[in-house]
Each structure stands twice: as structure tokens, then as C-alpha cells.
């Protein structure tokens, strides 16, 4: 079955970098992608990046995080830097399967950005 499993969240400082992995396995996927919700809001877009290396941030992180994933793998990287208390949030990673366009999540992991 499809399975998606995030990991490099923690705490940081405000200014430091994170860089987030998430290991997708079941499928073969054309769209992967980060999204995050912090607390009372709701699940937002960060950034996608196309099998073919296309990539779609918003516009809160362009110019601070980076997309970048390894086909081979099915491995999908989010570089995070200078980073500031709003980033804080639940991270989750996103893959879309190439065959019928399902979305599938991770369960998230955690960052935090102090002050």
C-alpha cells in the first residue's frame, strides 16, 4: 500500500534551517509537495515540484525554502531556511499517484521556530 513517512521537524531558532524528508513507497507518483497547518488555521500549500523537476511555492517561503526530490528514491526534500515563528506548523508530505490522481499524506511532523 501506499505509504508516506516524513522526518526532520524539530525546533529551531528563528533564522536556522530544517531540511524535511518524506519516503513515499507503493506507487509511482507525478506531483509531490509539502503542505502545512498551523494551529487555528487551515492546511496550506508550501511548495509541489512535478516528476519533471517543475516547481510551485507559495509565496510566504519563495526565496527561503527549496523543493527538490529524488525519482529514483520516490524521496521529496524540503529545504528550509531562514526560517521565522509563522513557519511554525504541522508539515505534511503529499504525492499524487500517477495512474488515477489520488492524494495521498503522510501523518506530518512537527516544527517549530522560536523567537
Known amino acids: 500500500q501506499v505509504q508516506l513517512v516524513e522526518s526532520g521537524g524539530g525546533l529551531v531558532q528563528a533564522g536556522g534551517s530544517l531540511r524535511l524528508s518524506c519516503a513515499a513507497s507503493?506507487?509511482?507518483?507525478?506531483?509531490m509537495g509539502w503542505y502545512r497547518q498551523a494551529p487555528g488555521k487551515q492546511r496550506e500549500l508550501v511548495a509541489t515540484?512535478?516528476?519533471?523537476?517543475?516547481?510551485n511555492y507559495a509565496d510566504s517561503v519563495k526565496g527561503r525554502f527549496t523543493i527538490s526530490r529524488d525519482n529514483a528514491q520516490n524521496t521529496v526534500y524540503l529545504q528550509m531556511t531562514s526560517l521565522k515563528p509563522e513557519d511554525t506548523a504541522v508539515y505534511y508530505c503529499n504525492a499524487r499517484d500517477i495512474w488515477y490522481q489520488n492524494n495521498y499524506w503522510g501523518q506530518g511532523t512537527q516544527v517549530t521556530v522560536s523567537s
Open positions: 515540484i512535478t516528476s519533471r523537476g517543475t516547481t
Open positions: 507503493g506507487s509511482i507518483f507525478s506531483t
